[in-house]
């Protein structure tokens, strides 16, 4: 565990305000799925990761120490300021909708867009924490968020990951359209607006271990991507997952909300404009996402077919069976009540 007293005044508000934040969301969460000895903590470690951990009956999930300070870097005011740029690619009601929430002083994007991250994290890690419960095995559990290389392949661990992005991704929508509901909004467009924000932050979020830029705590680092590849190491390829929490997405947004329409081209146009906007402010370079977009086309197939066959194998898992009859989903789209 780390242990934060003592260190200068603004890091102590800083953890501070993760160690409450993820404690809030855990005693929430825990009390709705009637879970005992949940426990939140800090884990003493410089990169930015997060872990659910089921070991002796006690159901754990932490964040590095480097996590709040990394983030807290990544997630500078200056570096949103240039979202508003992405109401150019837009229709006009659409275009309107991003200016308005703008002028808006009670929406903060980087917050907003900040909060979407942590949650994204959380949901993630709390999914882990639910298969873990409903897996037959005694065997303790230890699931790290991101990419570990030395670990050996295991489909089942991939279609985990695979399912706890998508409940992920549901959850972020459903705190999306919370926001909206807060801040008295009833026009779709803006609706709209604030779904793909929160979805620009978790492929931010993504990108930022993708490119291999978010353990610099200079902000310094050229982009560097992973090479890509399927069945191997212990989570999925970044574009793997991308895909799949993009494709989810539209799919839970369709079904909560027809009206809206959401069309997959237009939601990769705004998701990857916020995308090339922020990059290009923390790299200072246009053409950061060239890359990721010829790794994209380059492996569209290889991916479709990836994630088709992660679906496939988690809906026959029994963890993950178990958890989608009790919450009445389909894989379609994740319950309301839970």
């Not at 369709?254 to 922020?278: A, K, W």
Request: charge should be negative; charged fraction near 20%.
């Amino acid at each position: 565990m780390f242990d934060y007293n003592g260190l200068p005044e603004h890091l102590v508000k800083t953890y501070s305000f993760y160690e409450n934040k993820f404690n809030s969301l855990y005693e929430e969460y825990s009390e709705i799925w009637d879970l005992e000895n949940c426990f939140f903590y800090i884990k003493n470690s410089n990169s930015c990761n997060a872990s659910a951990i089921k070991i002796n009956g006690y159901n754990l999930i932490n964040i590095t120490n480097g996590y709040p300070v990394l983030m807290e870097r990544k997630f500078r005011e200056e570096l949103f300021r240039n979202q508003i740029l992405v109401a150019i690619i837009n229709e006009k009601n659409i275009s309107d909708a991003y200016c308005q929430l703008h002028e808006n002083q009670s929406f903060n994007i980087k917050e907003f867009m900040l909060e979407c991250s942590i949650r994204f994290t959380f949901h993630h890690e709390f999914r882990h924490i639910l298969q873990f419960n409903n897996s037959n095995s005694r065997t303790n559990f230890n699931f790290q968020e991101n990419l570990n290389t030395n670990t050996a392949f295991k489909m089942k661990k991939h279609a985990w990951e695979y399912d706890a992005d998508r409940i992920a991704t549901a959850k972020v929508l459903g705190f999306a359209n919370d926001t909206k509901t807060i801040l008295g909004y009833e026009d779709d467009y803006l609706l709209k607006c604030i779904l793909y924000i929160a979805l620009s932050s978790i492929i931010i979020t993504k990108n930022l271990f993708y490119f291999n830029v978010i353990n610099d705590y200079s902000n310094a680092l050229s982009v560097k991507i992973k090479e890509f590849y399927t069945k191997k190491f212990s989570h999925p390829h970044s574009l793997v997952r991308m895909i799949n929490i993009i494709s989810y997405f539209i799919d839970c947004a369709n079904d909560r909300y027809p009206s809206l329409g959401f069309e997959y081209q237009e939601v990769i146009n705004n998701v990857l404009g916020m995308n090339r906007l922020y990059f290009s402010s923390l790299t200072q370079d246009q053409s950061v996402l060239d890359d990721f977009f010829t790794e994209w086309k380059n492996n569209l197939n290889q991916i479709n077919a990836y994630n088709n066959e992660l679906y496939e194998f988690a809906i026959r898992n029994k963890p993950i069976k178990q958890l989608l009859l009790y919450t009445g989903a389909d894989f379609g789209i994740t319950s309301k009540s839970r």
